[in-house]
């Protein structure tokens, strides 16, 4: 499955290079890890409406949702990154802590996996993965990290 994506990172990425040569903006970096960092890479993923890809990034809250807690529960925030785009956070918290103490305004730095969406997309997998199968993520707030 990840062989699969690899050409739709690469695709996104390589867009992303084309407009942000045109406009000047840094050029994302793809680490050795199967994922990627950054905003580019976000903005590209939303463009491109690309889905099932790793991310970091960071940015700063916008709006603490209620929890959905449909099934599993998760902690729901809106995160405004650097680029003015926003991203809904979707934290497992059956699985993992829930980020105490989050307010509007707080930085907050996230690893997980991006889905599309027409609302700007949602970031999931921000959790360790009990059974080993999956990539952990994790959110990073006030120095601590929840995973």
């Known amino acids: 499955?990840?062989?699969?994506?690899?050409?739709?990172?690469?695709?996104?990425?390589?867009?992303f290079f084309a407009y942000s040569q045109h406009d000047g903006l840094p050029f994302?970096?793809?680490a050795e890890s199967p994922h990627v960092e950054g905003d580019g890479?976000?903005?590209?993923?939303?463009a491109n409406?690309?889905?099932?890809?790793?991310?970091?990034?960071?940015?700063?809250?916008?709006?603490?949702?209620?929890?959905?807690?449909?099934?599993?529960?998760?902690?729901?925030?809106?995160?405004?990154l650097q680029s003015g785009k926003t991203v809904l956070i979707a934290h497992n918290i059956d699985l993992a802590p829930r980020v105490s103490s989050l307010s509007e305004g707080d930085n907050v730095r996230f690893?997980?996996?991006?889905?599309?969406?027409?609302?700007?997309?949602v970031v999931h997998w921000t959790h360790h993965d009990p059974n080993g199968r999956h990539q952990d993520g994790w959110i990073e707030h006030n120095g601590r990290v929840f995973q």
């Open 28 to 30: 994302p970096t793809v």
């Open 1 to 15: 499955m990840r062989k699969l994506l690899f050409p739709a990172i690469v695709a996104a990425v390589a867009a």
């Open 49 to 80: 409406q690309t889905s099932n890809i790793q991310v970091e990034a960071e940015g700063t809250v916008a709006k603490v949702l209620p929890d959905d807690n449909d099934g599993s529960r998760h902690q729901r925030f809106i995160v405004r």
């Open 41 to 46: 890479v976000l903005a590209a993923a939303f």
């Open 111 to 121: 690893r997980g996996e991006y889905e599309w969406n027409a609302k700007g997309g």
